[in-house]
């Protein structure tokens, strides 16, 4: 592993920028140590690639990259000039300065590649340093924690002509959303299957809780039901296939050419293209599980959880208002 580590500051603000001259020397212990820090920074399987609006060519994260895995020993000139990438990419006053790590991981066995990634930290927290039986044994330092990096690229040398292939994460946007993914890195989501299952789950809890009440007349169980058994197939399955879908979980014809047409308009609006077939994700299906809540809100009195059977729960009115009346066999 090699590794350089430069300041970068907030252009806005003239903090300026600290470029170092050689690579950093780490002991075995400190290597493993970033090494895991940085590797670990990666929880989802959402990736990326380079785009340009122009020639991929153009975009300069992108050559910087590429000139790494060309010839990782020019990796402090090119960690350079990724430093003043950066730094010109701040625009905004709010956007934090911190030390830019440049890290080429060289791959490790044959079913590996090399990897190039970019590591920033921007939030240093304060911590103790104790010192038992001296004059001082307490002292107050600040640095950065080894629980979560602020900002992070891991590039995979694979599917150069298309991009690279990307991992990205930004857990510190300082009020600008746009500043590590847009200004500085440019980069758009691949599609691939992760994708595919993550649009795809969008697009349909979007439909059963937005269109398909607005077109039939349909119970809040209903769109409970509707949205179990959504998440079920995705659970299920390991491919994907569109009409099966529509027979298994929508059922209704009608039913089914209104979601299709939603699909489309979906589509145009989001300017995205989802497939009809692809392997499911099953990361993807986890990350989303949790915005397919179905919770039946009643008043301020009441929330209903539906998790199963759509029969077992049944709507009605008498004079002392709507109830719901709930089936079971036994109490938890």
């Known amino acids: 592993m090699k590794i350089t580590l430069h300041y970068i500051g907030n252009k806005i603000l003239s903090e300026g920028i600290s470029l170092a001259d050689e690579e950093l020397q780490l002991n075995e212990k400190m290597t493993d140590l970033l090494k895991d820090y940085f590797l670990g920074s990666f929880k989802s399987e ?18 910087v990259a590429s000139g790494i895995f060309e010839n990782s020993s020019d990796l402090l000139a090119w960690s350079k000039n990724l430093g003043r990438l950066l730094y010109e990419s701040a625009e905004n006053p709010r956007i934090q300065g911190g030390d830019l790590f440049v ?26 340093k104790v010192f038992p039986n001296k004059l001082e044994p307490i002292e107050v330092d600040k640095g950065f924690s080894l629980s979560k990096i602020d900002k992070a690229a891991l590039i995979y040398n694979k599917d150069k002509e298309k991009g ?23 980069v758009r989501q691949r599609t691939d299957e992760y994708f595919h299952t993550q649009e795809s789950l969008n697009l349909f809890k979007d439909y059963i809780k937005k269109q398909l009440p607005a077109e039939f007349e349909v119970l809040k169980a209903d769109q409970a039901d509707f ?40 589509e145009q609006d989001m300017q995205i293209n989802i497939a009809e077939e692809f392997p499911i994700s099953e990361g ?31 709507q009605d009115k008498d004079e002392n208002g709507q109830f719901y009346k709930l089936y079971y066999q036994k109490e938890q």
Do not use: C
């Open 103 to 128: 890290v080429y991981f060289p791959a490790t066995d044959e079913n590996d590649v090399d990897k190039v990634g970019f590591f920033k930290t921007e939030k240093k927290e304060p911590f103790l």
């Open 284 to 314: 993807a299906v986890k990350k989303a599980q949790s915005k397919f809540k179905t919770i039946i809100k009643l008043d301020t009195n009441f929330h209903i959880y539906v998790h199963g059977d759509r029969n077992l729960i049944t």
């Open 164 to 186: 690279f292939v990307l991992s990205v994460v930004d857990n510190n946007k300082n009020g600008d959303m746009y500043y590590w993914f847009e200004d500085f890195l440019k």
């Open 46 to 63: 959402e990736t990326y690639h380079f785009y340009s609006d122009t020639y991929l060519v153009n975009n300069p994260v992108y050559k």
């Open 227 to 266: 949205l179990n058994k959504s998440i079920k197939f995705f659970k299920e399955k390991e491919e994907f296939n569109l009409e099966e879908f529509n027979n298994e979980v929508l059922g209704d014809e009608k039913v089914i050419e209104s979601f299709n047409a939603f699909k489309t308009d979906y």
